[in-house]
């Protein structure tokens, strides 16, 4: 196996059934953007062949990892898990182990954010207008991370676009329910950590629309950026490489 997002259409037993079928130290990870990070992982690791599976979620991921006595070999599996909504709290207990690692942020778009410092590109007007927008979306996303947390569904996967350029949707999001108070102190909490605690792709996706708007001199997209600063291995990147290391007893190429 090489990097790649084959997974993505496997089912869990499907992917089983392939990893028992590998000789290969592999990492799992979730898909989507991933592929695009740990591609360089699969570079700095050549020395020992390691190859990385994107196998289509993070549900699957967590449910290959509880499963991980039926396939693993003598080389070794290591996971790599969106941290998602825990980042307001704790991993569970079950998930505490050596070679499951998880992001420092929501998820690993989170870590590249920090990693690349991006709001760096922004001139100054643009750092203006995205603070400004940052702290409206925050309004809205505290409420319902905040519901989301007390187990109701809230949509967090709802495009910022939605809320900033839609008053009515704005409006909405942020009217409060029968008894229900404003969580302050979450929405405090998230904008002294927005980088670490927005979700990625959300936080990505709020930064694009002051680096991609028509008539900016360079226009740019989430992906490229990701790329870039994956490959600089940043810290945190590097913290992941660095546990990938110890998992497989294998120094990065790199390091």
Not at 33 to 44: A, H, L, T
Not at 239 to 251: P, S, T
């Amino acid at each position: 196996m090489t990097s790649n997002a084959a997974g993505n259409d496997m089912t869990v037993d499907e992917l089983i059934a392939t990893l028992k079928r590998s000789s290969l130290p592999t990492v799992l990870t979730e898909g989507g953007d991933d592929i695009i990070v740990f591609r360089w992982m699969e570079k700095s690791f050549t020395n020992i062949g390691l190859s990385v599976l994107a196998v289509g979620g993070r549900d699957k991921l967590l449910q290959l990892f509880s499963r991980r006595n039926e396939y693993e070999n003598e080389t070794g599996v290591a996971f790599i898990a969106d941290k998602d909504s825990w980042v307001f709290g704790a991993v569970p207990a079950e998930y505490e182990i050596d070679n499951l690692i998880f992001t420092w942020g929501y998820s690993i778009e989170n870590d590249l954010y920090s990693d690349g410092d991006v709001e760096r590109i922004l001139s100054n007007d643009e750092r203006h207008n995205y603070k400004i927008e940052l702290q409206k979306y925050l309004k809205w996303y505290a409420l319902a991370i905040s519901r989301f947390l007390a187990g109701l569904d809230q949509g967090l996967g709802i495009h910022p676009n939605e809320i900033l350029d839609n008053d009515a949707r704005m409006q909405q999001g942020c009217e409060l329910l029968q008894n229900e108070i404003y969580p302050d102190e979450l929405f405090g909490k998230i904008s002294d950590n927005y980088v670490q605690m927005v979700r990625g792709k959300s936080l990505f996706a709020l930064l694009m629309r002051h680096l991609s708007y028509a008539g900016r001199p360079v226009r740019h997209n989430h992906k490229s950026i990701i790329e870039i600063v994956a490959s600089a291995e940043g810290p945190l990147m590097k913290a992941i490489y660095g546990r990938i290391g110890d998992i497989f007893g294998a120094a990065s190429n790199t390091a």
